[in-house]
């Protein structure tokens, strides 16, 4: 059984940092392109940050400078430091893997894991 556990979410105040990680279990995921994504209260889900297989990273334009993902494939984790932190950063935040192109939406993703909740206090 496939399962994507997030952990390291917590309330934090506004320009504090983070760090969420992402345990796979199940299968091998270093050909796969591991991603995090979020969803805050009544919006839809939003791309947050990936890293392919080749270890390419893609950010969103709302993240990038402050966000950095990163993976360990000896381990089969995957990595979210989050500096800088915005009342806007406010979401769950989910752990996604899957052999993708469209690596910016959902669907591209097979696997995800159950989230876990950030909330960043002005």
Do not use: H
Not at 9 to 25: E, K, N, T, Y
Not at 83 to 97: Q, R
């Amino acid at each position: 059984q496939v399962q994507l556990v997030e952990s390291g979410g917590g309330l934090v105040q506004a320009g504090g940092s983070l760090r969420l990680s992402c345990a796979a279990s199940g299968r091998t995921f270093n050909t796969y392109t591991m991603g995090w994504f979020r969803q805050a209260p009544g919006k839809e889900r939003e791309f947050v940050a990936c890293m392919s297989w080749t270890t390419s990273t893609y950010y969103a334009a709302s993240v990038k400078g402050r966000f950095t993902i990163s993976r360990d494939n000896a381990k089969n984790t995957v990595s979210l430091q989050m500096n800088s932190l915005k009342p806007e950063d406010t979401a769950v935040y989910y752990c996604a893997g899957g052999r993708t192109s469209f690596y910016e939406t959902p669907k591209g993703y097979d696997y995800w894991g159950q989230g876990t909740q950030v909330t960043v206090s002005s």
